[in-house]
C-alpha cells in the first residue's frame, strides 16, 4: 500500500547512503548500531540514524550521540496516535536517496510496508524471541536481507521462512576489546548484571541464587548495572544488603570499565539472542554464568572452558556454578582467559564493522522486486490514511475516559 499514491521512492542523485531506522531505548540493538557508526571506514557512504521515542515507552532513551551525518528524532503517541500519521512523519524523516535502510522493529517495518523509500532493506535480529521472528514473516516482502546476529538465530528464521534462505545472513556484531583484562583479587567473588532490569531477564532469582550461596558460606559481592520494570521488586526481594551495589542506568563506556573490577557474568534470562553486555564481559575477561539458551549462547559458551551454561530458571545450579569458582580461583582465571581469547577472535570491532560495510556496497545487486500492492498488517478501525491524527486521538481519548 502507497499511501502518496505517486509513490514515495524518492531517489536523488549523488553518493548512496545507510539510514538506521531504529527505536531510541538502551539496550543491545543501540549499542551494537552505535559501534557500526563509531567504527567505520571511509568509504561511498552517507549514514544517517533516525530514532523513534514514544510517550509511553519504559526503557531509558539511549542518551549518547551516534557517530551519524545526521541525527533525526521522531517523536509518537502510539496507541493514541492513527498510525499512518505516525507513518508518515517518520517518512519525512528518512533520508531520500539510494543506498541502504537497515531496521530492526516493528515502527520503521511498518513504514516500509506503507512507503517504497527506494533503498535496499536490511533487517537485524538480535533476539531468539517469536516477536522477531513474527516480524520478518509479515514484512518479507519489504524486506531484502535479514541479517542475524547468531548462527542459531539464523537457522531458526531459515526455517520458518526457507524460501529466503539464501538472504538470511550470520554477521556478528563487533564488541570493543580493552587492552587490559580484568584482574584477581582475593576476598568475596564479584558477581555483576548488566541489562534491563525485567522479570524476562531472570533477575529474580538472583536474590535467590545469592541466598543459597550465603547458606553454603560462600561470599559474594553483587553490582547491579541497568534499570526497568521490575526494579522495584528486586531491590524489595534484596532488601538493605549491604552487599549489593546499585549502579542504575550507566553509558557503554563506563560498564565496560566496570566489567575490568568482576569476576563473573550472571545471567539468569529466560530468553535472549547473543547479549551483548554478556560478550562485553567477556571481553574484559569476566566468566559468564548464563542460561542455557539455544539462541547464540552455545556459540561462546563453552562449559568448563569459556564459562558455565546452567539449566534455565534452576537457581540451585547457578549457586553451585558460582560457588564453584569461588572455591578455585585457578580454574576462574583459566576461563577468564579463555573467554577473553574467544571473543577477540569472533568479534573485534574493525573486522565485524567491516563485513558490515562489504555487505552495504552490495546494495544494488541485494534489492529485490517490490510486490506491487503491499499490506499494511496493522491498525484498527481509527487507523486509517484518510482519518485526521486529532480525530483518531480525540476518540480514544474519549474511549479511556468511559466508566
Same mark, same amino acid.
Given at each position: ?11 536523488? @542523485? ?20 552505535? +559501534?557500526?557508526?563509531?567504527?567505520? !571506514? ?6 544517517? @540514524? ?31 496516535? +492513527? ?14 536517496? /539510494? ?23 536490511? !533487517? ?34 531459515? *526455517? ?5 534462505? &539464501? ?5 556478528? %556484531? ?39 550461596? #550465603?547458606?553454603?558460606?560462600? *561470599? ?12 522495584? *521488586? =528486586? ?14 542506568? =550507566?553509558?557503554? #563506556? ?25 560478550? &562485553?564481559?567477556?571481553? #574484559? ?7 542455557? $539458551? ?26 553451585? @556454578?558460582?560457588?564453584?569458582? /569461588? ?17 577477540? &577472535? ?9 563485513? %558490515? ?7 544494488? &545487486? ?22 485526521? +491524527?486529532?480525530?483518531?486521538? $480525540? ?9
Amino acid at each position: 500500500m502507497d499511501l502518496s499514491g505517486a509513490g514515495m521512492a524518492r531517489v536523488t @542523485a549523488g553518493a548512496p547512503s545507510v539510514v538506521y531506522v531504529l527505536p531510541d531505548k538502551m539496550g543491545g540493538m543501540m549499542t551494537i548500531i552505535a +559501534n557500526l557508526l563509531a567504527y567505520r !571506514q571511509p568509504d561511498a557512504f552517507r549514514y544517517h @540514524a533516525v530514532l523513534t521515542r514514544g510517550t509511553f515507552d519504559r526503557d531509558p532513551p539511549f542518551g549518547e550521540p551516534l557517530a551519524a551525518d545526521t541525527e533525526t528524532h521522531v517523536a509518537l503517541r502510539l496507541p493514541a496516535e +492513527n498510525l499512518y500519521a505516525v507513518l508518515r512523519r517518520l517518512r519525512a524523516a528518512t533520508p531520500d536517496g /539510494a543506498g541502504i535502510l537497515v531496521a530492526n522493529d516493528l515502527l520503521e517495518l511498518a513504514m516500509l510496508s506503507a512507503y517504497d523509500t527506494g533503498r535496499t532493506t536490511v !533487517q537485524i535480529l538480535h533476539g531468539d524471541y517469536d516477536y522477531y521472528y513474527d516480524l520478518a514473516t509479515r514484512h518479507q516482502d519489504v524486506v531484502d536481507v535479514f541479517v542475524a546476529y547468531s548462527q542459531a538465530v539464523a537457522e531458526e528464521l531459515a *526455517r520458518r521462512l526457507p524460501h529466503r534462505r &539464501e538472504s538470511i545472513l550470520h554477521l556478528p %556484531y563487533g564488541i570493543v576489546i580493552p587492552e587490559e583484562s580484568r584482574r584477581p583479587v582475593p576476598g568475596p567473588l564479584r558477581a555483576v548484571y548488566a541489562g534491563r532490569i525485567d522479570e524476562a531477564k531472570g533477575v529474580l532469582d538472583l536474590p535467590a541464587i545469592d541466598r543459597r550461596l #550465603a547458606e553454603a558460606g560462600v *561470599r559474594v559481592c553483587w553490582t547491579i548495572v541497568g534499570s526497568g520494570p521490575d526494579e522495584p *521488586r =528486586l531491590r524489595a526481594a534484596w532488601g538493605a544488603a549491604g552487599h549489593v551495589r546499585w549502579m542504575g542506568q =550507566l553509558p557503554n #563506556a563506563a560498564v565496560r570499565r566496570l566489567f575490568l573490577e568482576q569476576d563473573v557474568f550472571v545471567l539468569a534470562s529466560k530468553a535472549e539472542g547473543l547479549p551483548v553486555a554478556m560478550v &562485553e564481559a567477556m571481553a #574484559a575477561g569476566v566468566v559468564p554464568v548464563v542460561s542455557d $539458551l539455544r539462541s547464540g549462547v552455545p556459540e561462546v559458551v563453552h562449559p568448563g572452558v569459556t564459562g558455565e551454561r546452567v539449566p534455565v530458571g534452576d537457581v540451585e545450579a547457578f549457586a553451585a @556454578a558460582l560457588a564453584r569458582l /569461588a572455591a578455585d580461583r585457578d580454574r576462574l582465571e583459566a576461563f577468564s582467559g579463555a573467554a577473553r581469547r574467544l571473543v577477540a &577472535e569472533r568479534h573485534e570491532m574493525r573486522e565485524r564493522v567491516a563485513a %558490515y560495510q562489504t555487505l552495504y556496497a552490495r546494495w544494488r &545487486e541485494l534489492r529485490r522486486p517490490r510486490p506491487r500492492d503491499v499490506r499494511l498488517p496493522y491498525g484498527s478501525r481509527l487507523d486509517r490514511p484518510w482519518i485526521p +491524527n486529532f480525530v483518531t486521538k $480525540l476518540l480514544r481519548q474519549r474511549s479511556r475516559c468511559r466508566p
